[in-house]
């Protein structure tokens, strides 16, 4: 069965450091990996996605991939208040729906 | 441009009552899902639909549930005979092309409560 796991928090960090979400998952074969931002109440938020082994940047988000591992990352740098949301990390096993993790709470205490 | 809509935003309903939930995926988007999230849980694949093919159904959780997608655009996901343990908030994603890039934009939802 494919699963992804991830850390159900809460996490918190105070505002202006650097919240670190993490994400393993189990099917080797997955060839695309999303981050997700849910605030409460609200249905999910596409805010990052990485094909490949390495690093992605995108504004303070930077998204880390490694397949040999089976684990992706999100860092969040100079985290704001707005930043408390649950993220979801979400994998896609092949040209099937993508597979979701329970998400991980994120709270940034001002 | 228009992101994914759904009606209703919200929906009460009697135990035992059908209810039909809608979703409009963004224009020229062939692969469209539906997932449902009870209270603090994760999200729970329903069905999906990509063009003309056989929908993967796999996800239903009963013979009570069913979808369907007319002319490859708008989607009707019907529950039957609801039952308490189906209040839920019901969300529709849409995908430009369903293949293994897949990144997936959500509509709003719709908040079910069954009574």
């Known amino acids: 069965q494919k699963e992804v796991e991830q850390n159900s928090g809460p996490l918190s960090v105070p505002e202006g450091a650097i919240a670190s979400l993490n994400c393993t998952y189990s099917?080797?074969?997955?060839?695309?990996f999303f981050w997700y931002r849910q605030y409460s109440g609200k249905s999910p938020e596409l805010i990052m996605s990485i094909y490949s082994n390495g690093d992605k940047e995108d504004g303070r988000f930077t998204a880390q991939l490694n397949k040999a591992s089976q684990y992706v990352s999100l860092l969040i740098r100079d985290s704001q208040p707005s930043d408390s949301a649950t993220y979801l990390c979400?994998?896609?096993?092949?040209?099937?729906?993508?597979?979701f993790g329970k998400g991980t709470r994120l709270s940034v205490i001002a | 441009g228009a992101g994914v809509s759904q009606s209703p935003s919200n929906k009460v309903t009697e135990k035992g009552k059908d209810v039909e939930l809608r979703c409009d995926p963004i224009?020229?988007?062939?692969?469209l899902y539906w997932y449902r999230q009870s209270l603090g849980q994760g999200l729970e694949f329903l069905i999906y639909?990509?063009?003309?093919?056989?929908?993967?159904k796999s996800g239903l959780p009963s013979d009570r549930f069913s979808a369907e997608r007319t002319g490859g655009s708008v989607s009707t996901l019907t529950i039957q005979r609801t039952q308490q343990e189906d209040s839920a908030v019901y969300l529709c994603?849409?995908?430009?092309?369903?293949?293994?890039?897949?990144?997936?934009?959500f509509g709003p939802g719709t908040r079910l409560t069954v009574l």
């Open positions: 639909f990509q063009g003309n093919s056989a929908p993967d």
């Open positions: 979400a994998v896609n096993p092949g040209n099937t729906p993508l597979v």
């Open positions: 994603a849409s995908n430009p092309t369903g293949t293994a890039y897949n990144e997936q934009f």
């Open positions: 224009s020229g988007h062939t692969a």
């Open positions: 099917d080797r074969g997955s060839q695309s």
